[in-house]
């Protein structure tokens, strides 16, 4: 019922074998690896258990990577559900139950996120507005006083809330998707090679479904802001930005100021219930 893919690049082998030990005591039933990395490091994988399927490749991107995981994953065993993977998530196999019992109920769900934490336990705030131009250049350039004030708003305040939330932004740590829907949308957009690539695919996967963040699930998350220590990786993230607003539109949106305005009139009205009980 369920599939999942993991694109790989030179990451830390303690990190994969650390998320394959939760995904083979999970119910997912097949693991599609897609490697780009330059080196055959990671071929081992390859026979480490008959739920792993392991494919080296040419790097075309990140969402190129998990497409071709998700068609292998229907070509083998198509599935109701596929989970995009980081390597630097882990879970308890419970989460992934507790995932799939939310989904069979909410069929109009075509994308989740459950609550991601950091290692020490601390709430993730990966749940987002579609971003406007201004927001990135905040987020990215501005110091770090300016940048938490901004943050405020841009990052919903998930930490707390106990109801599922639909979001318009879903970051890509943690991706699972109703195999339906990410048929109808065809996959991930391969303009992005990398960055983006999760923003994008969460905004059209809102115009075939909803897509939510459902606290009813944990996943723990070593989170790595790459760009802010590489030069390359900053320079990949803006070549990104500029094909996002290209593509969605830069200063003027009207899609994007109507999502995001349901959205926080959506929170606002959540904590007043939540006040007044």
Not at 140 to 156: E, K, S, T, V
Request: hydrophobic share 35%; proline share 5%.
């Amino acid at each position: 019922m369920v599939n999942a893919s993991l694109v790989l690049y030179h990451n830390p082998k303690t990190d994969i074998d650390r998320l394959l030990d939760c995904v083979l005591r999970s119910c997912i039933g097949f693991l599609f690896i897609v490697d780009h990395s330059e080196t055959d490091e990671f071929g081992y994988l390859e026979s480490i258990s008959d739920r792993v399927r392991y494919t080296r490749t040419a790097n075309h991107g990140y969402g190129t990577g998990h497409n071709l995981g998700f068609r292998l994953a229907q070509e083998v065993a198509e599935s109701r559900y596929h989970i995009v993977l980081n390597p630097d998530v882990y879970f308890e196999p419970s989460a992934i139950s507790a995932i799939v019992e939310y989904m069979e109920t909410h069929p109009q769900v075509g994308q989740l996120m459950p609550e991601i934490l950091y290692p020490d336990g601390r709430h993730q705030q990966l749940c987002k507005l579609l971003p406007t131009p201004w927001d990135i250049i905040v987020h990215y350039l501005a110091p770090a006083p300016i940048r938490r004030r901004h943050d405020r708003r841009y990052y919903l305040n998930t930490e707390h809330l106990e109801n599922e939330l639909e979001v318009p932004y879903i970051a890509g740590c943690f991706m699972f998707f109703r195999s339906e829907c990410f048929r109808t949308i065809d996959g991930f957009d391969p303009r992005f090679f990398m960055y983006f690539e999760d923003n994008d695919i969460t905004r059209r996967m809102g115009t075939v479904a909803r897509t939510v963040y459902f606290p009813g699930a944990k996943v723990f998350h070593s989170y790595n802001s790459a760009y802010r220590y590489s030069l390359k990786m900053l320079r990949a993230s803006a070549v990104s930005a500029v094909r996002y607003f290209s593509k969605w539109g830069w200063l003027v949106d009207p899609q994007r100021r109507r999502i995001n305005e349901q959205t926080l009139s959506q929170i606002s009205e959540m904590i007043h219930t939540d006040r007044t009980h």
